[in-house]
């Protein structure tokens, strides 16, 4: 019940319309109910490192904000000057705020999208549309991790004769550390040549060439789809009612909130927190089937 499990074109439709919606407005509650959304999604998948780097994201934030509207003026609720005399104004900090708020809602997202949808993920959205761009995007997605361990083995190897990037002067790991990338650069084109001659030799320039595919749209994919169109629906009334509409010039003005409001606010809240509850579920029934105990546990 992963995610990471479902469809490939899932895992397309969601994280576009995820990623598109904090673009498309503007508007707090929804920023907000994304902001915390990718957060809780991106922490879980990531772990620890993806924690230390999302709160890292918050400070940055707020100066990007305080950068914003030190650069812009708009607004008449004057805060006061900056250093060069510029008015900061509270619509154009909250502004900045929000802008800021969206890139980092992106980032968030955008580290979840790296960890769900793989390689072969991609070589079959892309496979009947061009395959030749989807073997490109495959060799080169799975180019990246083999680089990184080709480097660490490099380096490892430099610090048995002394010559380790973090080893010796500063003036001598900067030598290493070129030596090191120079290596691993050559190593990385000799791999390239291999693998477009090893593609050639299995017919990648053939026309009417087929590529084989694990992924089947089962029943369990289709409720999904049925939830994601009723949500997006719901959100593509809320954008024509103008319930996603926010005025910050010359005032911060929002729509009245009305009891359609909170439908499209959940609506939006189950399309963001959607992975997360099945990612959840499908732990908690896992663990149910290898630990028959787990539910008294709990």
């Known amino acids: ?6 469809h490939p074109t899932i895992n397309m439709i969601y994280f576009t319309a995820a990623i598109l919606m904090p673009i498309i407005s503007h508007h707090p509650v929804f920023l907000l109910i994304g902001y915390l959304s990718a957060f809780l ?8 490192r993806t924690l ?25 609720t004057d805060l006061g000057q900056n250093l ?7 619509e154009s900090l909250v502004y900045g705020w929000m802008i800021g ?22 070589g079959y959205l892309l496979g009947r549309v061009s395959p030749k761009l989807s073997l490109f995007l495959a060799i080169l997605l799975r180019s990246v991790p083999r680089i990184r361990q080709q480097a660490a083995a490099i380096n490892t190897v430099q610090c048995g004769i002394g010559r380790g990037i973090n080893q010796g002067s500063t003036f001598q790991r900067l030598r290493n550390l070129l030596r090191v990338f120079s290596i691993t650069i050559t190593w990385a084109l000799e791999n390239f040549v291999e693998s477009a001659t090893s593609m050639k030799s ?8 087929t590529a084989f595919s694990i992924y ?32 910050y010039d010359p005032v ?10 909170y439908i499209f606010y959940a609506a939006c809240a189950v399309l963001y927190l959607s992975p997360l509850a099945l990612q959840l579920f499908g732990e908690v029934k896992y663990r149910l089937h290898t630990n028959p105990h787990f539910y008294g546990k709990m």
């Open 1 to 6: 019940m992963r995610f990471d499990s479902y």
């Open 41 to 48: 999604y991106s922490v879980k998948l990531g772990g620890l």
């Open 52 to 76: 230390v780097f999302d709160l890292c994201l918050i400070p940055l934030t707020g100066l990007y904000a305080g950068i914003y509207a030190g650069y812009h003026h708009f607004g008449v």
């Open 84 to 90: 060069i005399g510029n008015s900061i104004t509270w």
């Open 101 to 122: 708020v969206t890139i980092a809602t992106e980032l968030m997202l955008f580290s979840c999208v790296f960890r769900i949808v793989s390689s072969d993920k991609i």
């Open 202 to 209: 299995r017919g990648y320039l053939l026309s009417g060439r």
């Open 216 to 247: 089947r749209f089962d029943n369990r994919d289709r409720a999904y789809v049925l939830l994601l169109t009723l949500c997006l629906v719901l959100l593509a009334m809320a954008i024509l009612l103008d319930q996603t509409a926010v005025s």
């Open 252 to 261: 911060i003005v929002v729509n009245r909130i009305t009891g359609m409001s």
